[in-house]
Nanobody, 120 residues
């Protein structure tokens, strides 16, 4: 009974910015990590960024210096601030969380994705 819902995607011009949100809800006991992946048409899903307990963050080399992952514990929400976006970063962006549910053990959960299109 855990759900992840992404929002904030849309159309943006090259060099522009977007902020994605991912809200976790349901029977959550504890959230250990949350992160972002993306998948462009015809390509494999690619890891983008993670945030761990204690606010430790990790980024793929391709987005370092441009993207920032952060979280709001009170809202069970993670954000991805994306700056200086490039056309090749057009993709569906997915939220992933490692969660212990109230009635289950620790496991991974995925959102349904939000479309980001970078085009002039």
């Amino acid at each position: 009974q855990v759900q992840l819902v992404e929002s904030g995607g849309g159309l943006v011009q090259p060099g522009g910015s977007l902020r994605l949100s991912c809200a976790a809800s349901g029977s959550i006991f504890s959230i250990y990590t949350m992160g972002w992946y993306r998948q462009a048409p015809g390509k494999q899903r690619e890891w983008v960024a993670d945030i761990y307990s204690g606010s430790t963050t990790y980024y793929a080399d391709s987005v370092k210096g441009r993207f920032t992952i952060s979280g709001d514990n009170a809202k069970n929400t993670v954000y991805l601030q994306m700056n200086s976006l490039k056309p090749e970063e057009t993709a569906v962006y997915y939220c992933k969380a490692n969660i212990r549910a109230t009635t289950r053990g620790r496991g991974d959960y995925w959102g349904q994705g939000t479309q980001v299109t970078v085009s002039s």
